[in-house]
């Protein structure tokens, strides 16, 4: 090769490493299927420094598109108090499924922040709440995108939504990365809802900031769906805590102003299907005294009732029991002074007669010549 041709095609590969600072491999694979051939690759992972310059990232060759099947993955590193601001300038807007996935950390479980392409005509700005950002390209058609990312002290304000799908314990973390590095200068919200009975947390504050008067970094719980409901406490210095929900929806708010050096925490969160009668009582103590106070009174009045009712009776039968004697006094004053069977005066009991024959005359004091006058 002539030295001069030599030297422009090293210094054609200096500018185009300058202009796209992250240039994807060669495909390293080619597989056939029937008359057509496509072509996959797994682009290496490649590491990025963010400053607060602007600068640019895109696809291989852009503006022209990837190959069908590629996927591309790049980790973007921020100075240690800052985090990293990404904005998509130009994707491959077309509905054929390419994905531009921005993860706010370095790891494979890190949050998702949100996709853009794949149909998407709204270009999006995505800023990270530590110092790391993972941007991964998945060609399932061909594509290409252009972004420009920065690095910086920025306020970060995010809520997320969580909901028992899978009725498994999770974990909350501002940071799912194995990585731990304190949070600053965030306001960070999550709801959960269930369908069971109640929301149990268990928060681990152990390397939390330590806040004179929850002024730069403290966590809330809220007992229902916004902030606008019951305060179940609020915490700013190391300490572990449980709470439980009254109900169906839980609010955690964290929050981190710029000034703070930072915090951080873990939560773990189920979904409970037990009696949720203990758990009300103590956070509405007010309102189950009033409950318990009026259901007290309603059984007093009850059983006042049922007494009253008693005596009414017992009178009533009382005064029939009386009147049913007064009434066999006068019928044995009709009938004369009440005499049992065989007592003296009164003839002998026909039993005694038909045995004994009928009495004599002499038994009776009767003389028989005498004469009857009737």
């Known amino acids: ?13 200096v500018l185009v490493s300058a202009i796209l600072p992250a240039v994807s491999s060669e495909p390293i694979t080619s597989t056939t299927t029937g008359p057509t051939t496509t072509a996959s690759s ?18 291989s060759h852009y503006p022209l598109n990837l190959p069908k099947g590629w996927i591309c993955s790049w980790t973007i590193e921020a100075k240690e108090t800052e985090k990293v601001r990404v904005t998509v300038l130009a994707c491959d807007k ?9 993860f706010d950390g370095a790891g494979p479980r890190d949050y998702r922040m949100g996709d853009v392409c794949a149909g998407k005509k709204k270009l999006e700005t995505f800023t990270s709440i530590g110092r790391y950002m993972r941007i ?17 002290n920025y306020h970060v304000h995010r809520h997320e939504e969580i909901s028992d799908d899978n009725y498994s314990r999770s974990v909350i973390s501002p940071l799912r990365q194995t990585r731990r590095e304190n949070i600053r200068n965030v306001d960070l919200s999550w709801r959960l809802r269930t369908t069971a009975t109640i929301i149990d947390l268990s928060m681990n504050l152990s390397s939390f900031q330590n806040s004179e008067g929850c002024v730069t970094d403290y966590i809330e719980v809220f007992d229902g769906y916004h902030v606008s409901d019951p305060s179940l406490g609020k915490w700013c210095r190391g300490e572990d805590v449980s709470v439980s929900s009254s109900g169906k929806y839980l609010y955690v708010k964290f929050h981190s102003d710029v000034n703070s050096p930072g915090s951080t925490f873990e939560i773990a969160y ?7 009668f203990p758990v009300m009582v103590n956070r509405h103590p007010m309102m189950f005294g009033v409950i318990a106070g009026v259901l007290t009174l309603a059984v007093l009045i009850l059983v006042c009732v049922c007494v009253l009712r008693s005596r009414k009776r017992r009178r009533s039968q ?7 004697a007064k009434g066999s006094d006068k019928a044995s004053e009709l009938k004369g002074p009440c005499v049992s069977a065989g007592s003296p005066g009164l003839p002998p009991s026909y039993d005694h007669a038909v045995a004994s024959g009928p009495p004599t005359y002499q038994s009776l004091g009767l003389n028989p010549d005498d004469k009857v006058v009737v």
């Open 1 to 13: 090769m002539h030295p001069r041709m030599a030297l422009s095609t090293i210094c054609g590969v």
């Open 136 to 152: 991964e390209f998945n060609t399932s058609n061909k594509g290409m995108f252009e972004l420009r990312y920065t690095s910086g």
């Open 94 to 102: 077309s509905s054929y499924g390419d994905q531009l996935a921005v």
């Open 42 to 59: 797994v682009c290496s992972t490649i590491s990025l420094s963010a400053s607060e310059t602007p600068k640019l990232l895109s696809s």
């Open 318 to 324: 009382a005064s029939a029991e009386k009147g049913n």
């Open 270 to 276: 189920g979904f409970l299907f037990v009696c949720a």
